[in-house]
Every structure is written in C-alpha cells, then in structure tokens.
T-cell receptor, first 112, second 111 residues
Framework: EAQVTQNPRYLITVTGKKLTVTCSQN?????MSWYRQDPGLGLRQIYY???????DKGDVPEGYKVSRKEKRNFPLILESPSPNQTSLYFC???????????FGPGTRLTVL | LAKTTQPISMDSYEGQEVNITCSHN???????ITWYQQFPSQGPRFIIQ???TKVTNEVASLFIPADRKSSTLSLPRVSLSDTAVYYC????????????FGAGTRLFVKA
C-alpha cells in the first residue's frame, strides 16, 4: 500500500531535550516536505526536499533541522525543543514539485 | 507563489451542490490550481488539480475562467462526511516544492 508513515504519532517531551520525528514514504517520490499546523494558522511549511541531499527552507524553519540521506526518509529534528513548537506536524511527499502531495497521519508534539 | 483568498467558512445542507471560490489574482503562467480536503487531525487529501477551463473527477469539478484569476471547486450533492476544511493552492507544476496552504474554507454540512 502506497503511504507516508510518521513516528511517533504522539510525543510529550520537555524543553531542550533533542528529538527526531521520522518520516518515510514507499512511493519512490523525489519531493518531501514537513508542515506544522496550529489552530488559526493553518498549515505552514517548515522544510522541503527536492531530492537526496537537496533541502530548502519553507516559511517557518527556525528551530528545526532536516536531512535527506535516502530518498524514502526525511526526518525532522528539533535540537532544543521549546513550548512554541508544540504543534501537529505532517510529512508529505510527491512525485514532482507540484503534483499531488500524499500526507502522513501526523505527529502531535507537546513540549512542556 | 501566488496568494490565494477563500471564504473562511460556508454552511450547506446534505444533498446540495457546494461551490467554493478561490481568488488568485497574481497567478503566473506556469501555475496550476490544486485543491485539498482536510478532516480534523488528519493530513490534507488531494481532491483535484487544473490549469484552465474545467476539470472533473469522481468527487469534484474545478472551474477556471479564461483569465485564471479565480477558480471554483464544485462538490455535487454533499453529505455530512464532506464537512471539512478545503484549501486552494496555486503553484508551478513540477518547478519546485515551496507550498503555501493559506487558511482554507471550513465547510459545514448540516442534515
């Protein structure tokens, strides 16, 4: 089954404790992206990647890192999480830059 | 990326046709128009994409006038399960992956 998976689905952590949210797709897509969604603010893009080792900033990259060492994986790294990074995070992939994006199930992160 | 403007919310009744209009005055020549649907706590799901005139698939139609400065998503005979947020996106087909979703339109379908 074609899908985008994210782990963990739920995470509660404390300020400053490094964490990684994994994202994996099995559709051989070149493009992958991370979004965060907050009430009243809609979906905002954090980072995107057009291929292995090619990443670029979206609208809200501060406090986040990404890497794209393999085509199927695009982990989101929070080196020192803060409470303002409490949010619902989505990973997405597509076969080309503006083709249909397939979204993962989301990761709900709470930073205390 | 072209900015889009949509109504914040709409109400409808089951069985009615719903039309959601999106304004994108600064759409570029290479830009496509894409609509997504999102249910609470789920990722958005692709509905339809088009460049000009009319596109229809099994769930919706997309109407794009000749000047392409707006587009209308048409949902035929909505049901309660169509209650969701609908996003209009405009961007370069295949040219990159910078994406702006905007606030979307919250559709509430009543019995």
């Amino acid at each position: 089954e074609a899908q985008v998976t994210q782990n963990p689905r739920y995470l509660i952590t404390v300020t400053g404790k490094k964490l990684t949210v994994t994202c994996s797709q099995n559709m051989n897509h070149e493009y992958m992206s991370w979004y965060r969604q907050d009430p009243g603010l809609g979906l905002r893009q954090i980072y995107y990647s057009m291929n292995v080792e090619v990443t670029d900033k979206g609208d809200v990259p501060e406090g986040y890192k990404v890497s794209r060492k393999e085509k199927r994986n695009f982990p989101l790294i929070l080196e020192s999480p803060s409470p303002n990074q409490t949010s619902l995070y989505f990973c997405a992939s597509s076969s080309r830059g503006y083709n249909e994006q397939f979204f993962g199930p989301g990761t709900r992160l709470t930073v205390l | 990326l072209a900015k889009t403007t949509q109504p914040i919310s709409m109400d409808s009744y089951e069985g009615q046709e719903v039309n959601i209009t999106c304004s994108h005055n600064n759409i570029a020549t290479n830009d496509y128009i894409t609509w997504y649907q999102q249910f609470p706590s789920q990722g958005p799901r692709f509905i339809i994409q088009g460049y000009k005139t009319k596109v229809t698939n099994e769930v919706a139609s997309l109407f794009i006038p000749a000047d392409r400065k707006s587009s209308t998503l048409s949902l035929p005979r909505v049901s309660l399960s169509d209650t969701a947020v609908y996003y209009c996106l405009v961007g370069d087909h295949g040219g990159g992956f910078k994406t702006i979703f905007g606030a979307g339109t919250r559709l509430f379908v009543k019995a």
